[in-house]
């Protein structure tokens, strides 16, 4: 029990860690933390496969590739965008508002932990055969959306590369009409000059 509170204590910390810090990259290094914790939870419970599977896939590939997007949009050099003032005020509410009812509902419904023999009875050992039977029979309704997550996901992050390349796009079609417009005046005010030699010479 005391193990569990200790790493329930670490997780809860880097998943805090996770929507406070304001770089990306420590952000994404908080999540790889909570990650590795839930990871040493599902081997507390002896359920290995869990846990190989939360380090393979969550803490390296998935982590490899939020550093990947991270790095490509170069998220922490953009300004602070302030078209949207509402936004930190109603996500601050939201946020209070469900930490509320997630306590109001641990405390309100308070069960004792079950038996060790239970546990293990439920997680079989945390095999791939026991996981995909449950997965795709009692949870196949959460599996599916969990697909749709991922899909949101994807889109997401097309749009905001496709919205960093318009700006991008935009600002060098600035630059080169601004380009065209200083050589635009030098040539004129070249020939406005070479027009005044000339009368002056005549």
């Known amino acids: 029990m005391i193990t569990f509170w200790i790493l ?14 304001k770089e990306p990259v ?15 939870l599902y081997v507390t419970l002896e359920a290995h496969f869990l846990a190989a599977i ?9 982590m490899v590739l ?49 038996s060790s023999d239970v546990i293990a009875a439920t997680l079989q050992g945390g095999e ?11 949870f196949v309704f959460a599996f599916q959306l969990v697909a749709v997550l991922l899909l949101t996901g994807i889109v997401a992050a097309v749009s905001l590369v496709q919205r960093k390349a318009e700006t991008v ?6 630059i080169k009409e601004r380009l065209d417009a ?3 005046q030098k040539r004129e005010a070249a020939v406005n000059n070479a027009g005044q030699q000339i009368e002056a010479g005549a």
């Open 182 to 184: 200083e050589e635009a």
């Open 66 to 114: 939020f550093l990947f997007v991270i790095m490509l949009l170069n998220v922490g050099s953009d300004e602070q965008a302030t078209t949207l003032p509402w936004m930190k005020p109603a996500a601050y509410t939201v946020g209070v508002v469900a930490a509320v009812a997630l306590v109001s509902a641990v405390v309100q419904n308070i069960n004792p932990l079950p």
């Open 8 to 21: 329930a204590i670490v997780s809860v910390i880097g998943a805090i860690g996770v929507i406070t810090l």
């Open 26 to 40: 420590h952000a994404a290094l908080s999540l790889v933390g909570t990650l590795l914790t839930v990871a040493t």
């Open 169 to 174: 796009e935009a600002a060098e079609v600035a």
């Open 54 to 62: 939360q380090v393979i896939v969550y803490a390296g590939a998935i």
């Open 128 to 138: 791939a055969e026991q996981i995909g039977e449950i997965l795709f029979s009692d």
